[in-house]
Nanobody, 129 residues
Framework: QVQLVESGGGLVQPGGSLRLSCAAS????????IAWFRQTPGKEREGVSC????????YYPDSVKGRFTISRDNVKNTVYLQMNSLNPEDPGVYVC??????????????????????WGKGTLVDVSS
C-alpha cells in the first residue's frame, strides 16, 4: 500500500527555517518523482520543488529558488524539504506527492500536479512574528 506521510511543519518567525519530511512506503524513491506542493486558501496550489527518481534532477520555481532545498534519503525512503528565509508568502499546507515511474513534469515553469499518483495529507507551515 502506497503511503506518504509528511511531518515537520510548525510556526516560525519571518527569516526562520523549517525542515519538512515526507516518509514514503509501498514504493521506492529511486525510480519515482516526489514533489512538494503548498496549498493556501484563496490561492492556486503551487508546486515548490520536485526531485526526479532515477537521475535525481531537481526543479524549483522562482518563488523559492535559493531558499528551499529538496533532498532524499533512499535508505530511509524519505524526501526532505529544507526551507530557509521563510517569509509571509510561504505559509500553507505543504503536501508531498509521488509520480510513479516518471520524472518531474514541469509545464510553463510550474510543477504539473495532475500527473501525481499519490498524495499525502500535508503538514501546516505558518510564518508569523
Amino acid at each position: 500500500q502506497v503511503q506518504l506521510v509528511e511531518s515537520g511543519g510548525g510556526l516560525v518567525q519571518p527569516g526562520g527555517s523549517l525542515r519538512l519530511s515526507c516518509a514514503a512506503s509501498g514504493f521506492t524513491l529511486d525510480s519515482n518523482a516526489i514533489a512538494w506542493f503548498r496549498q493556501t486558501p484563496g490561492k492556486e496550489r503551487e508546486g515548490v520543488s520536485c526531485i526526479s527518481g532515477s537521475e535525481g534532477s531537481i526543479y524549483y520555481p522562482d518563488s523559492v529558488k535559493g531558499r528551499f532545498t529538496i533532498s532524499r534519503d533512499n535508505v530511509k525512503n524519505t524526501v526532505y524539504l529544507q526551507m530557509n528565509s521563510l517569509n509571509p508568502e510561504d505559509p500553507g499546507v505543504y503536501v508531498c506527492a509521488a509520480d510513479l515511474g516518471a520524472p518531474c513534469t514541469v509545464i510553463h515553469d510550474s510543477i504539473y500536479p495532475n500527473g501525481m499518483d499519490y498524495w499525502g495529507k500535508g503538514t501546516l507551515v505558518d510564518v508569523s512574528s
